[in-house]
């Protein structure tokens, strides 16, 4: 819910934004970039040749 939309709010304005902590994944998610969205919830996406970000899902978020 809201929790999403001002990740998305803040991924789109800023996304160095300290609370999203955007990195960029490895393996088999090489290529995709995630947003955290709440301590549980995170925002894969995809950087677009256009410089654009492209969701991908909303995901929870486990540490092992």
């Given amino acids: 819910g809201k ?23 490895s393996g088999e998610l090489a290529g995709v970039w995630s947003a955290r969205a709440s301590k549980g919830l995170r925002i894969p996406f995809e950087r677009t040749a256009s410089g654009r970000k492209m969701m991908l899902t909303c995901t929870n978020h486990y540490n092992d």
Avoid: F
Wanted: glycine share 0%; proline share 4%.
């Fill in 3 to 25: 929790k999403i939309v001002k990740a998305l709010d803040l991924l789109d304005a800023n996304e160095k934004t300290p609370s999203l902590q955007v990195h960029q994944l």
